[in-house]
Nanobody, 114 residues
Framework: QLQLVESGGGLVQAGGSLRLSCTAS????????MGWYRQAPGEERVRVAL??????TTNGDSVKGRFPISRENASTLFLQMNALKAEDTAVYFC?????????WGRGTQVTVSS
């Protein structure tokens, strides 16, 4: 089993920055990839950024160049959110894939005021 806990969300003005953290516990050495998804009210959950165990990263088109993803160690994942826009407002979820099973955190709210 794998547990994921997000932190770092909050209220920020447009143009500002936030850093989200995700701490994993359990079978952390079985993690193949980790990432961040977000879900705005009334919309589907979409991928924001992903990092593989080899360190390759991808970003969604809407955040490319603004939201770098990084992994500090086997259990800690970050999302640095820069130049935030009102449309970035959403609940952000940490994701991990281990042994072909997807795991999710409970999410952290990010609200960007314009």
């Amino acid at each position: 089993q794998l547990q994921l806990v997000e932190s770092g969300g909050g209220l920020v003005q447009a143009g500002g920055s936030l850093r989200l953290s995700c701490t994993a516990s359990g079978m952390i050495y079985s993690i193949c990839s980790m990432g961040w998804y977000r879900q705005a009210p009334g919309e589907e959950r979409v991928r924001v950024a992903l990092i593989t165990s080899a360190g390759f990263t991808t970003n969604g088109d809407s955040v490319k160049g603004r939201f770098p993803i990084s992994r500090e160690n086997a259990s800690t994942l970050f999302l640095q959110m820069n130049a935030l826009k009102a449309e970035d407002t959403a609940v952000y979820f940490c994701y991990a894939e281990a042994r072909y099973i997807a795991y999710w955190g409970r999410g952290t709210q990010v609200t960007v005021s314009s």
